[in-house]
Nanobody
């Protein structure tokens, strides 16, 4: 079992930056693949970024590639999402997710790939 708590959301203007954090507690953090998803009002939850236990393996949605960076600090049991050049269409609730013990080669891109979820943090980007 693991508990995930997101923080760092807020209201910003287009072009600004934000860094989201997701603190994990419970089982050995380094054994988890971690992901960020987002959900806008009236829309389905969508993949944003993922990182395997090895920080060298990351994947991004095309809509955020080149603007967002996912990283992790296993010593701090925390995963981050650095969001630059924010756009109004990035407005959503952002969720952190974890998959225990994943050692596969393919990136985890689907909501159903993950076992644990945080409560979400709101990001609002004004134009």
């Amino acid at each position: 079992q693991v508990q995930l708590v997101e923080s760092g959301g807020g209201l910003v203007q287009a072009g600004d930056s934000l860094r989201l954090s997701c603190a994990a507690s419970g089982r050995t953090f380094s054994s988890y693949a971690m992901g960020w998803f987002r959900q806008a009002p009236g829309k389905e939850r969508e993949f944003v970024a993922t990182i395997k236990w090895s920080s060298s393996s990351t994947s991004y949605a095309d809509s955020v590639k080149g603007r967002f960076t996912i990283s992790r600090d296993n010593a701090k049991n925390t995963v981050y999402l650095q969001m630059n050049s924010l756009k109004p269409e990035d407005t959503a609730v952002y969720y952190c997710a974890a998959k225990w013990g994943y050692t596969g080669w393919a990136p985890l891109l689907r909501v159903t790939d993950y076992d644990y979820w945080g409560q979400g943090t709101q990001v609002t980007v004004s134009s």
